[in-house]
């Protein structure tokens, strides 16, 4: 938010959250020209208060997602609402006119499926800074085999499905160097993963698990994996600009839905298209070709490095374009238009 071009925006962020002091919120606070909390307030005092401030665009980062609040937008206190980020779905809500999504992961022949109208940003929709850590991590503290390949898999427990876990398994059936590297949230977790890891021929040894980490150790140690491996029904979207951050190959199926391309359009952006499959049988050759073609993998990995030339790490260069965004719609608005979609075009330096 720190980024937006006080000459042209002036900026409030609205928090419906518990209030605590977390980095993220003091962040977002200080960024902001005007910050309010609106937790525990009443919808229709939260929404004459958002009226009060003259918002002409409130973007909901929230959707139907924990905390949100969609009752106050549906008292339309801005004359125009966007949902961006927080619920990659549609809201099939009239008080929402559009979506800040892109192309690569809104496909035509699903587009029907949103009742917004959709604003498309070029190479991609998610604003990404490069991760940072200073922290340290080491293959003998996570207990994985100093030599042996790792698949990494650190998504959050929620987002594993059985489609994915199985080509998982199979991958280590077919490369028996290889351990396959989850993390996991309670013991249950773990031992139903043992099980179902059990059930399709594959031993306790060949899977590692780690307990959930803070950020600066989940980053530190995303770096000790050779490649990590992306869910199919519910891509990596955090998990994949943080293991790109941190220098490592991410395989990806594309899917139908949003949720199921958001990997795709993020590597696309970064110059990775070719860690992208349209097949499972594309998927397991991609992690077939990095495990035994390590000077292909090294070529991977120095595309991955060249942060300078992405369009998916450049916030400065996005914030421009979502810039652009906002005042396209605005723009149509005072010309007495309804809303429609639109293509945002790249923003030049």
Same mark, same amino acid.
């Given at each position: 938010?720190?980024?937006?071009?006080?000459?042209?925006?002036?900026?409030?962020?609205?928090s419906?959250g518990?209030?605590?002091?977390?980095?993220?919120?003091?962040r977002?606070?200080?960024?902001?020209?005007?910050?309010?909390?609106?937790?525990?307030?009443?919808?229709?005092?939260?929404?004459?208060?958002?009226?009060?401030?003259?918002?002409?665009?409130?973007i909901?980062?929230?959707?139907?997602?924990?905390?949100?609040?969609?009752?106050?937008?549906?008292?339309?206190?801005?004359?125009?609402?966007?949902?961006?980020?927080?619920?990659?779905?549609?809201?099939?809500?009239?008080y929402?006119?559009?979506?800040?999504?892109?192309?690569?992961?809104?496909?035509?022949?699903?587009?029907?499926f949103?009742?917004?109208?959709?604003?498309?940003?070029?190479?991609?929709?998610?604003? +990404?800074?490069?991760?940072? $850590?200073?922290?340290?991590?080491?293959? %003998?503290? &996570?207990? !994985?085999?100093e030599?042996?390949? @790792?698949?990494?898999?650190?998504?959050?427990?929620?987002?594993?499905?059985p489609?994915?876990?199985r080509?998982w398994?199979s991958?280590?059936?077919?490369?028996?160097?290889?351990?396959?590297?989850l993390?996991?949230?309670?013991?249950?977790?773990?031992?139903?993963?043992?099980?179902?890891?059990?059930?399709?021929?594959?031993?306790?040894g060949r899977?590692?698990f780690?307990?959930?980490?803070g950020?600066?150790?989940?980053?530190?140690r995303?770096?000790?994996?050779?490649i +990590?491996?992306?869910?199919? $029904?519910?891509?990596?979207?955090?998990? %994949?600009? &943080?293991? !790109?951050?941190?220098?490592?190959p @991410?395989?990806?199926?594309?899917?139908?839905?949003?949720?199921?391309?958001?990997?795709?359009?993020?590597?696309?952006?970064?110059?990775?298209?070719d860690?992208?499959?349209?097949?499972?049988?594309?998927?397991?050759?991609?992690?077939?070709?990095?495990?035994?073609?390590?000077?292909?993998?090294?070529?991977?990995?120095k595309?991955?490095?060249?942060?300078?030339?992405?369009?998916?790490?450049?916030?400065?260069?996005?914030?421009?374009?979502?810039?652009?965004?906002?005042?396209?719609?605005?723009?149509?608005?005072?010309?007495?238009?309804?809303?429609?979609d639109?293509?945002?075009?790249?923003?030049?330096a």
């Amino acid at each position: 938010y720190s980024r937006h071009d006080r000459s042209r925006f002036k900026v409030h962020a609205y928090s419906v959250g518990a209030v605590d002091r977390c980095f993220e919120r003091e962040r977002v606070q200080a960024g902001v020209d005007v910050f309010r909390d609106l937790d525990n307030m009443p919808a229709q005092a939260a929404a004459q208060l958002i009226v009060n401030d003259g918002i002409d665009i409130l973007i909901d980062l929230s959707g139907y997602a924990r905390h949100a609040r969609p009752e106050i937008l549906a008292l339309r206190p801005a004359p125009l609402q966007l949902s961006n980020l927080g619920f990659q779905g549609t809201l099939g809500a009239a008080y929402i006119d559009y979506a800040l999504l892109d192309r690569n992961i809104l496909l035509p022949e699903i587009r029907q499926f949103w009742d917004e109208k959709i604003a498309y940003l070029p190479h991609c929709s998610y604003h +990404c800074e490069t991760p940072v $850590t200073t922290a340290q991590a080491s293959r %003998t503290d &996570e207990g !994985l085999p100093e030599h042996s390949l @790792v698949l990494g898999a650190l998504h959050h427990p929620r987002k594993l499905e059985p489609d994915s876990f199985r080509v998982w398994l199979s991958l280590l059936h077919e490369l028996p160097e290889a351990v396959l590297w989850l993390q996991y949230e309670t013991q249950e977790q773990r031992e139903n993963l043992k099980c179902f890891a059990e059930a399709h021929g594959v031993l306790e040894g060949r899977l590692v698990f780690s307990p959930m980490a803070g950020y600066e150790k989940h980053l530190a140690r995303l770096r000790l994996a050779d490649i +990590c491996l992306d869910t199919f $029904t519910y891509n990596g979207h955090t998990t %994949t600009v &943080e293991s !790109l951050g941190m220098g490592v190959p @991410v395989v990806t199926l594309k899917g139908q839905g949003v949720v199921a391309r958001i990997a795709s359009s993020m590597l696309t952006a970064h110059g990775l298209p070719d860690l992208t499959a349209s097949t499972v049988e594309e998927y397991n050759a991609i992690v077939h070709k990095l495990a035994r073609d390590t000077a292909w993998r090294d070529e991977v990995k120095k595309r991955i490095g060249d942060y300078a030339h992405s369009n998916l790490f450049c916030p400065e260069r996005r914030v421009r374009e979502i810039e652009t965004a906002y005042e396209m719609i605005w723009a149509r608005h005072q010309a007495g238009l309804a809303p429609d979609d639109f293509d945002v075009p790249p923003f030049v330096a």
